[in-house]
């Protein structure tokens, strides 16, 4: 049969820095996330999934470019062998390329933001052997 997975979520932070000895680099602002996931079991063994993290950061200053980020993953699933303890599976992370390795930290002592090189959209064909098949339900 069919069996269908829905999970959704957020998270939402305010955030109060307030700097002793420069008073004009006290900051409040707000950050949020939200995700969405569906998973579908279809009959054939088939599995089909697909979910995607909006990221909602303020601009802090001019050199910040890229704060609104949509991440989305899927992949989509077999399973093979008669004890079903193989697994051939192609995916695709990044569909939006979006993904630019954006980081933000606050803390005590202040913001740290940094931007680090990531990989772009990339598709995977992968194969998975279970050696121990005791978690399937």
Excluded: A
Excluded at 49 to 65: A, F, H, K, V, Y
Excluded at 115 to 126: A, D, K, P
């Amino acid at each position: 049969g069919k069996k269908i997975f829905l999970e959704v979520g957020s998270n939402i932070s305010y955030n109060v820095l307030k700097n002793s000895v420069v008073k004009s680099r006290n900051i409040n602002f707000w950050d949020g996330s939200c995700y969405i996931t569906l998973n579908i079991q279809l009959p054939g063994k088939l599995e089909l999934e697909s979910d995607g993290r909006l990221l909602i950061q303020r601009r802090l200053s001019p050199l910040d470019t890229r704060n609104h980020i949509f991440l989305w993953n899927s992949f989509f699933s077999k399973r093979i062998f008669k004890k079903e303890n193989g697994i051939l599976k192609l995916s695709i992370d990044n569909i939006l390329d979006q993904n630019v390795g954006y980081s933000r930290l606050v803390s005590r002592s202040g913001i740290s933001e940094r931007v680090r090189e990531t990989l772009g959209r990339y598709w995977m064909l992968s194969f998975i052997l279970n050696f121990n098949n005791q978690n399937k339900e």
